[in-house]
Nanobody, 114 residues
Framework: QVQLVESGGGLVQPGGSLRLSCAIS????????MAWYRQVPGKQREFIAS???????NYADSVKGRFTISRDNAKNMLFLEMNNLKPDDTAVYYCNSILNDGTWGQGTQVTVSS
């Protein structure tokens, strides 16, 4: 099964930026539409953004205009550029296909705090 490894999280001040990466041990093309999710302890995992094979994108209202999802099919990588971060963006961020048929990784922690 395809393994997913997220990286790039960290501590950032409100208004700051981070770029998350997702390394896919397999073919990102086989996974098709890819997505980013995030989860806060005690809450359900939340959809953030998705990108199709032809790079059509979709975003949750909470991140629209601030986050940008992209993919590199040749390198089997998925990215999430996050700008103008807010404390409510604090969460563990995960990547997976939109059908969640990759093996969930450990995620990467993003903390937005002054």
């Amino acid at each position: 099964q395809v393994q997913l490894v997220e990286s790039g999280g960290g501590l950032v001040q409100p208004g700051g930026s981070l770029r998350l990466s997702c390394a896919i041990s397999g073919s990102i093309v086989r996974l098709g539409t890819m997505a980013w999710y995030r989860q806060v302890p005690g809450k359900q995992r939340e959809f953030i953004a998705s990108i199709t094979m032809i790079r059509s994108t979709n975003y949750a209202d909470s991140v629209k205009g601030r986050f940008t999802i992209s993919r590199d099919n040749a390198k089997n990588m998925l990215f999430l550029e996050m700008n103008n971060l807010k404390p409510d963006d604090t969460a563990v961020y995960y990547c997976n296909s939109i059908l969640n048929d990759g093996t969930w990784g450990q995620g990467t922690q993003v903390t937005v705090s002054s």
